[in-house]
């Protein structure tokens, strides 16, 4: 026949010949199941991946001005960034926030869970109340807090009212940095090991960022409240029945069955958690920016103004790959944990 | 089953929603346009297209003043212009250079976007070269003897003038409640000692002496500078920012000790108030005075409150500590015909005119019909016309962005500290970062 | 039915933090209803003179052409989302390929990084395939950075689905795609809940890629036209505070009405560990 040799076959045969060997000898529907995760798989590559490496390229830049300026400088934005003294405020500020924001979440979360899930009547009305919270966004939550702990309004005007004036507190206003004081007996214990740096501002607990935390925590709370509830309602009735004959009480209950079997709950909560403290930005820009003496002031916020007002894109940039691997010290043990769970079962 | 049902319902309402929302848009579209009455076609140098004005006045008398120049605009720039008023509110301008930055840098500038005269212009997009220089322009329209020379040698780097000055704002102004003044026998100060006087007074009888919300941390930049122009005058202000002043020096730490000084007069709970929120104490009586640019009178105004006075901030009389609101023109701007005549426009008597009253400012050029404005802006005027005039530092025109960001960052902490010496060293760090001292 | 002392512990504390939780509002609406001059820090818990909605009036009216533009982006962007998600989920789990776990723990990485670093590159990007300042590259990039927890949520939901379903159907004979359609999907819907509401919600109240990606204001979302509201100088707290509540009644509403549709996904396995 002479299809062999017309120019038709002859592109069939050269399409043919270019198709990788381990493609033509999937199944249709392998190609069409690696086809549909592709646009995916692409898109993350482009607007995650892509853009993590360009941030890191600038981080290592010597990018100063509008101008875009790729030399290469190795680590000095990061030594310098390490070596600012907002920064060090920064990093401070997000220990404290996200362990204190974390773990109120999850203690009233799982409390207000234990109490729902008891047969209320009107459940569905409490749930809602806790749970809409996570409807309005960070901006707008920023800024009725902002309200609420004004020293001059809100919460200290309801105490005067009520005549509990004694507990008015400066709130975010306040600019105390609870810490270890270098001439007190402590610090100087410190010191004698070799250790005195720890006595300073940098690793003490701002007191302003107890109003971020209550209004954060008033947010998502509702959110882990759900979760738990869900976790709860998926135990099974007849192991906490039968603790129950053999005669433990609620709390004992609540303590050796029903946390342990919530554990998977409660690493999801902390990784969504977590990762929205260690990004925390909109909140802190409605409700008190950085805060008298950097007191809530938040690495995002940094970032921001440091590129987009005073133009050091390659600090900012910085910035970002700290926060990055950051995130990535949380993350990635607990997603290699929970894949290595899954692959388990 | 019922998940089926539930399903539907939700396709059905998140359709029905599209409709609407579809409709309501499509409906709604002329809302925002300012469309100009059609030039006859064909009309040489009619103006046509869109033209994108950038800017961070939303609400009050900054809308209005620029609503008024828009309705000015078909006049001087016959033909079918469609203005867009691309605006970004928040944090005295903070928003709206996020996505300007964002925009220049991705190649979409607008047509022109209101920026402060002096070095946050320049050092920002002139000496990175994304400015068109305008002295052609300064020339056709006379502007170089109409702008005061202070203005002239800000708006320039190089000899070339690189924006359009609408208007001028005063930094350098102490408001006070008159009544409580009266009521306690006291004169507005003129000087430190004067003003520490009357604060001992006001602090024995109850009363904020300073009120100050440095929620918007450059209040606090603000009341410095007033500071440091009030102990080392004119030349010497001037001086730092050129690396003539010593920022180590003897003279500079007076006036920190002075800053630091004042601040023991201030509200406790100044860091979670807008300026505007403290201007509310001096309006309510519980504090006497606040330091504040003039943009003020504005928010007086809005509240129904007449009972104000205003002098210079101590040791300043005689000086204007100036800033301004300007337009340029971006390199690449869409459409720079319609931008060129909207900075002619912007530069006019009738423009700056029909501009300043609403807005609570005093034009840039010299020769405005001084009946337009009130009281307060009537002496600003005649201040304006024999001050010496001096760039402000906390809105941009005396420092690049970068260098008044390290500056902030130094007042932060000190705000809270108080410690003098540690501020003074940042300080001078920060004028070497900035590569003007050594 | 005699209420136990425990009982009546419960509902107080129940009550009490149902009062802490509605605090906010409360200052919301109050404030929404003062007039400017009546709105101050000092008067913040006393009642409005009367009850006015000139601010409701005054923010709705600036509003409500960006609530319109809101709903067409989030719209779109919260149905492909969906879709989207699902058949990741449905592939990962069902149709795993040598390394789909470590595919699907980079997809999932990208929803932990801070999204202002990127604002550059994403503007550049959308410049380049001409989407940049419309409400679809506003779409496009809401679908993009919703991949991994979409994927995420579908991924321990479809887990969930016996196998031996997926096989039986296989030996049939039905297409990867019949599965989806016939098996997979008319399960999904407590998965397509909690997604449609998480990404309803999070898209709705973005305000960064709003305001980066749009730049006109007539397609802007209403989370800008709502900080614009504000002013940059004096702030009108009314309108403001009015405006909050307008713009935050779409997704208040979807949460008071859907919730407990929520809570039975997530019940149904859709995010648990």
Redesign the interface.
């Known amino acids: 026949m002479d299809s062999e040799a017309s120019p038709t076959a002859e592109t069939a045969r050269g399409l043919r010949l270019s198709v990788p060997h381990f493609i033509r000898r999937l199944p249709p ?2 190609i ?3 086809a ?2 592709v ?3 692409i ?2 590559a ?7 490496g ?2 890191a390229l600038v981080s290592v830049s010597a990018w ?5 300026d790729y030399s290469f400088v190795g680590l000095d934005n990061f030594k310098e960034l390490f070596n600012n ?2 920064f060090q405020a920064d990093i401070r500020n997000t220990v404290v926030f996200t362990l204190l924001f974390v773990t109120s979440c999850l203690l009233i979360g799982l409390f ?1 869970a234990a ?2 899930d ?1 047969g ?1 009547k009107g459940e ?1 009305f ?16 920023g ?12 919460v200290n ?2 105490l005067d ?1 009520a005549g509990l004036g004694a507990l008015k507190q ?4 306040d ?1 105390t940095v609870v810490h270890i004081m270098s001439d007190s007996r402590l610090g100087e214990a410190l010191h004698d090991v070799g250790l005195g740096w720890l006595a300073s501002s940098n690793f003490g607990i701002p007191l302003a960022m107890i109003s971020v935390v209550i209004a954060a925590t ?1 947010q998502m709370s ?1 959110f882990v409240m ?2 738990y ?3 709860l ?2 135990i099974s009735q007849e192991l906490t029945d039968a603790a129950r004959v053999d005669g433990a009480s609620e709390f004992q209950v609540l303590r050796h069955i029903a946390l342990p079997l919530l ?3 409660t ?2 909560a902390m990784i969504i958690l977590g ?1 929205v403290s260690l ?1 925390i ?2 909140l802190v ?1 409605a409700m ?7 007191a809530t002031d938040v690495p ?1 916020l940094f ?11 390659a600090r ?2 910085a ?2 790959i700290v ?2 691997l950051s ?2 010290v949380l ?2 043990p607990y ?2 944990w ?2 290595r ?3 388990r079962v | 089953m019922r998940w089926k049902r539930i399903l539907m319902s939700f396709s059905v309402l998140a359709a029905a929603l599209l409709v609407v929302s579809l409709v309501a848009a499509c409906g709604d579209g002329g809302a925002k346009k300012t469309p100009t009455p059609a030039g006859t076609p064909g009309t040489p140098g009619a103006l046509s297209g869109k033209l994108e004005i950038f800017s961070w006045w939303t609400t009050g008398g900054e809308a209005a003043g620029l609503e008024a120049l828009y309705k000015l605009y078909p006049d001087k720039c016959p033909g079918d212009v469609e203005i867009v008023n691309a605006t970004v509110a928040g944090g005295a301008g903070s928003n709206a250079r996020q996505v300007l930055t964002t925009r220049m840098l991705g190649g979409d500038p607008p047509g022109s976007f209101q920026v402060h005269m002096g070095h946050e212009l320049t050092d920002t997009w002139v000496t990175t070269g994304n400015m068109e220089p305008l002295d052609a322009l300064y020339e056709e329209e006379g502007w170089n003897d109409v702008f005061p020379k202070g203005v002239l040698d800000i708006v320039s780097y190089q000899g070339k003038p690189y924006s359009v000055p609408v208007n001028i704002h005063r930094a350098n102004v102490l408001w006070y409640n008159k009544k409580v003044f009266e009521d306690n026998n006291l004169k507005p100060p003129t000087t430190f000692d004067e003003f520490f006087q009357v604060a001992d007074t006001l602090k024995a009888a109850g009363i904020t002496p300073l009120a100050l919300g440095d929620n918007g941390i450059w209040a606090s930049a603000q009341v410095m500078e007033t500071v440091l122009l009030g102990t080392l005058g004119a030349d010497g202000y001037n001086g730092l920012w050129t690396g003539d002043t010593d920022w180590a020096g003897p003279e500079v730490t007076k006036a920190l000790e002075t800053f630091k000084r004042m601040l023991s007069y201030v509200n406790s709970d100044h860091s979670s108030l807008t300026w505007d929120q403290a201007n509310a104490l001096v309006i309510s009586g519980d504090a006497a005075m606040t330091i504040m640019g003039d943009w003020i009178e504005g928010d007086y105004k809005a509240k129904n409150f007449t009972d104000f006075g205003y002098v210079p901030t101590p040791g300043t009389k005689g000086i204007y500590d100036a800033l301004s609101d300007t337009f340029g023109l971006p390199k690449g701007a869409p459409n720079p015909d319609a931008v060129m005549c909207w900075l002619r426009l912007v530069g006019s008597k009738e423009g700056q005119e029909a501009f300043n009253p609403l807005k609570g400012s005093i034009c840039a050029r010299a020769d405005c019909d001084t009946s337009l404005f009130d009281a307060y802006l009537q002496s600003a005027i005649a201040d304006w016309k024999t001050d010496t005039i001096v760039p402000s530092l906390a809105h941009g025109a005396a420092a690049s962005q970068g260098w008044v960001a390290d500056i902030t960052d130094a007042i932060t902490p000190f705000v809270t500290d108080l410690n003098v010496a540690t501020f003074q060293s940042r300080l001078a760090d920060a004028c070497s970062e900035a590569k003007v001292c050594s | 039915m005699t209420l136990s002392p425990t009982r009546i512990a419960i509902y107080t504390l129940l009550f009490a933090f149902a009062a802490l939780y509605l605090l906010p509002i409360y200052v919301l609406v109050v404030t929404g209803m003062k007039s400017f001059t009546e709105v101050g820090l000092d008067r913040m818990w006393n009642f409005p003179s009367g009850l006015r909605f000139d601010s409701f009036q005054e923010a709705f009216d600036s509003l409500s052409k960006n609530m319109g533009n809101s709903f067409r982006m989030v719209i779109p962007a919260t149905i492909a989302s969906c879709f989207v998600g699902s058949i990741n989920g449905y592939i990962l789990t069902k149709w795993k390929f040598p390394g789909s776990d470590i595919f699907f723990f980079f997809l999932l990485f990208g929803m932990f990084i801070p999204y202002q670093s990127i604002l550059i590159p994403l503007v550049q990007t959308l410049q380049h395939i001409h989407l940049y300042g419309s409400l679809w590259g506003l779409v496009l990039t809401h679908i993009i950075y919703g991949i991994p927890i979409t994927t995420l949520i579908f991924r321990n939901y479809y887990a969930g689905v016996p196998t031996e379903l997926v096989e039986a159907a296989k030996i049939d004979g039905a297409s990867i795609i019949g599965i989806y359609t016939r098996i997979l999907f008319p399960l999904s819907l407590p998965g397509f809940v909690v997604v449609a509401i998480w990404q309803f919600t999070s898209i709705w109240n973005d305000f960064l890629f709003a305001s980066t990606v749009t730049s006109n204001p007539n397609t802007q979302p209403v989370t800008v036209a709502l900080n614009n509201l504000a002013g940059s100088y004096i702030v009108q707290w009314n309108v403001q505070m009015a405006g909050a509540l307008i713009a935050a009644l779409p997704t208040l509403l979807i949460y008071v009405f859907l919730g407990r549709f929520f809570m039975r996904g997530l019940t149904a396995g859709a995010l648990r560990g």
């Open positions: 529907e392998r069409i199941s690696l549909l995760i646009p995916s798989a898109a993350v482009v607007f995650v991946y892509g853009f993590i360009w941030s100063d001005s509008v101008t875009p003294f907002r207000l109490l729902l008891r209320i569905g409490f749930r809602s109340i806790y749970l809409f919270p996570m409807a309005v966004s960070f901006i707008v939550t800024v009725a807090w902002r309200w609420l702990l004004a020293p001059r309004s809100g005007l309801l009212h400066d709130w975010y206003t600019p008033w509702g759900i979760l509830l869900a976790g309602r998926a554990r998977p709950v690493l999801s990762h990004k930005y909109d820009v008190t920016q950085r805060g008298p003496g950097f995002a970032m921001v103004e440091t590129t987009f007002q005073a133009s050091h894109f900012g940039a910035i970002s926060m990055l995130i990535s993350v990635i997603l290699f929970s894949l769970r899954e692959a």
